[in-house]
């Protein structure tokens, strides 16, 4: 047999005569005088809770009877666990009181997993009165654990659906855009048609400074008065240095003029009208 199929045996055997200790115990337990010895049947339960969890049990103090357990849930996704250390302590007259409970530490539980808890263990301890009790409170606080973890996992799946729905439409929201409805063609037109407006203001308001700024040739002249003699001063002061160049001047006979006559566009009435 292999080795960890052994192992796993031998666990359940521990565990499942744990168990046939505790229901054995609960049948002596009914059957007490009435003359209750309380502090044997503590110390009984005692025994049956350490060979069930030996390695969550401990004992804290023996007057009043105080221990804890810690119950670690089912690995969930990714081998999340979420976990709790139950602390009790034994009333004098246990089982005929209920014990005194608590959780002295937790991980992965929110505040409300912890007010679920609390209320489980005391709706346990009310229906068990009279009977020893901490196996079937610890048991539900495991359930509930179990129970914790897989809406974790539920919650999360939701949450990576919700997300991939969210990226889908945006993805189609990129290429598909708005649909055009008459309301907001409506509300597009106006803003566009008062940006435009705007434009047109700033451009002729623009045009208008520009044509004010714009001096007529009268103005310059009535600016400048030597603008009127300048081409007089400059031949004056260019004196005898002026040259011309008689290259540009040909004789006559040598150009090729036509004959107004010939040329078809002629027409004597427009040079009369001119």
Do not use: C
Request: proline fraction near 3%; glycine fraction near 4%; charged fraction near 40%.
């Amino acid at each position: 047999m292999p080795e960890e199929s052994a192992h796993a045996r031998a666990g359940g055997e521990r565990r499942g005569g744990g168990r046939f200790a505790v229901r054995a115990a609960h049948g002596r337990w009914r059957r007490r005088a009435t003359m209750t010895d309380y502090s044997e049947e503590q110390r009984n339960e005692l025994e049956a809770l350490e060979s069930i969890y030996p390695d969550s049990f401990t004992v804290l103090s023996e007057k009043p009877t105080t221990f804890t357990i810690t119950v670690t849930s089912e690995a969930g996704e990714n081998d999340e666990t979420v976990q709790t250390t139950l602390k009790f302590t034994y009333r004098e007259k246990y089982p005929d009181e209920t014990p005194l409970y608590e959780i002295v530490s937790q991980e992965n539980l929110d505040d409300n997993d912890v007010t679920d808890i609390i209320k489980l263990l005391e709706q346990q301890a009310e229906e068990n009165l009279g009977m020893v009790m901490i196996f079937t409170l610890v048991s539900a606080v495991q359930e509930k654990l179990n129970e914790i973890v897989d809406q974790i996992k539920t919650r999360r799946e939701e949450e990576k659906k919700q997300k991939e729905r969210e990226a889908e439409e945006e993805e189609k929201q990129r290429f598909h855009g708005t649909p055009v409805t008459i309301e907001n063609f409506l509300s597009w037109k106006a803003k566009f048609d008062a940006e435009l407006l705007e434009i047109k203001r700033k451009k002729m308001k623009e045009e208008e400074q520009a044509g004010k700024n714009k001096l007529s040739g009268k103005q310059l002249f009535e600016m400048d008065h030597n603008l009127d003699t300048s081409d007089i001063q400059f031949l004056e002061e260019a004196g005898n240095s002026v040259e011309v160049d008689e290259s540009l001047f040909q004789e006559m006979d040598d150009l090729e003029l036509e004959d107004e006559e010939d040329d078809p566009d002629y027409n004597p009435v427009n040079l009369d009208s001119d």
